[in-house]
Every structure is written in C-alpha cells, then in structure tokens.
T-cell receptor, first 110, second 115 residues
Framework: ELKVEQNPLFLSMQEGKNYTIYCNYSTTSDRLYWYRQDPGKSLESLFVLLSNGAVKQEGRLMASLDTKARLSTLHITAAVHDLSATYFCAVDYSNYQLIWGAGTKLIIKP | DTEVTQTPKHLVMGMTNKKSLKCEQHMGHRAMYWYKQKAKKPPELMFVYSYEKLSINESVPSRFSPECPNSSLLNLHLHALQPEDSALYLC??????????????FGPGTRLTVT
C-alpha cells in the first residue's frame, strides 16, 4: 500500500527559529510536491521536486528530495508569522493521482 | 490567464435540491480534477477528466455527477446530497506532458453546506 507520512502533524514555533517538516513515502515515485493551505482557502503549489538530490528554495522555505531514502524535507529558516499554514506533501501515484500526506499544521508565534 | 476559477464560492443546499459547481481554466490544461476536502484532512480525489473524457472515478456516489463540456470547463452536478457531503470542493487542472509542468493548479474552492 502506498503511504505518505508527514511529521510532525502539528508544529508550534517561535518567530526567528528554524525547523524541518519531513515527508516519507513508501514506494518509488518520480515527483513530489509541496503545497501550502491557509485556513478555509485553497492549495497553493510551493515546490515540485523531480529528481534525487533536487533542492529548491523560495524565500524562507527550502525543499529537498532524497529518492533513495524516499524522503523529502521542507525546511523553514528564521520563521515569520506569515508562514503559519498547513503544509501538505504529495507523491505521484499515477499520471493523475496523487497520494497525500496528512498535512502539517504550522503555527508561528510572534 | 494563469488561474483556475470556481463558482460559487459558497453554497448552501437542502437534501432535495439540485445544484451545480462550475470550474474554468484558460491555461490550455488538458486534465481537470474534482477533489473533496474535509476539515483538517488532505484533499480526496473524486474525478479526473483527461482530454474531456472521464479517466478516473474514485467510486464516488451517483449523487455527484461530473461533466466536462469542453477543455476549459468542468462542472459538478449535485443532487440529493447528504449532510456528510458538506465540505470544500476543489477543482484543479494540470498541463499535458510530464515533468515539472505536470503539477496540479487548484482553484479557490466552493464551500458546500448541505442542510
């Protein structure tokens, strides 16, 4: 059974701190996605990671992919309140189907 | 135009009503999707249309009926829904091909409440 596991599921942190969200998946896949969702809103694509060793950065967020370990990380540097949201990782299952992690709810306190 | 639009934003309907959700994109994407998302959960895939043909139906109850009139439009017809169908309904689209361009772009969603 294909599984995508995120941890932690909930994270409360102070502004200015660094932290990492982990996404493990149980089978081989060519693509891994990170999405952000604000409360009551839609999903915003953050990163698409296509190959082993891929690293992408946007502002205070950096995502990486290790296909051998079946692990992706989303690293937050010097967190700010605006990054408070739920973050989902998702893995390609077929041409159109994604297997989603449960999501990590991130709260950043001033 | 680089977005997926959905109407209405909010919908309240009774269990005997018939209503429709609409989704539109003008990015030339040839795959369009309906998802259902309950609070604090990831989205659940309902239907996928590829090149205007239904490719995937994830065993969705027949009270949900999708329609893809053309490559830019996707509808979801609702009839005799149950209160447990209350959720955020998200439309998404993705371009043809592979690689990075294959990511799914989501619309703002329709918040559906069934009373």
């Amino acid at each position: 059974e294909l599984k995508v596991e995120q941890n932690p599921l909930f994270l409360s942190m102070q502004e200015g701190k660094n932290y990492t969200i982990y996404c493990n998946y149980s089978t081989t896949s060519d693509r891994l996605y990170w999405y952000r969702q604000d409360p009551g809103k839609s999903l915003e694509s953050l990163f698409v990671l296509l190959s082993n060793g891929a690293v992408k950065q946007e502002g205070r967020l950096m995502a990486s992919l290790d296909t051998k370990a079946r692990l992706s990380t989303l690293h937050i540097t010097a967190a700010v309140h605006d990054l408070s949201a739920t973050y989902f990782c998702a893995v390609d299952y077929s041409n159109y189907q994604l297997i989603w992690g449960a999501g990590t709810k991130l709260i950043i306190k001033p | 135009d680089t977005e997926v639009t959905q109407t209405p934003k909010h919908l309240v309907m009774g269990m005997t009503n018939k209503k429709s959700l609409k989704c539109e994109q003008h990015m030339g994407h040839r795959a369009m999707y309906w998802y259902k998302q309950k609070a604090k959960k990831p989205p659940e895939l309902m239907f996928v249309y590829s090149y205007e043909k239904l490719s995937i139906n994830e065993s969705v109850p027949s009270r949900f009926s999708p329609e893809c009139p053309n490559s830019s439009l996707l509808n979801l017809h609702l009839h005799a829904l149950q209160p447990e169908d209350s959720a955020l309904y998200l439309c998404a689209s993705s371009p043809p091909g592979t690689g990075e361009r294959h990511e799914q772009y989501f619309g703002p969603g329709t918040r559906l409440t069934v009373t």
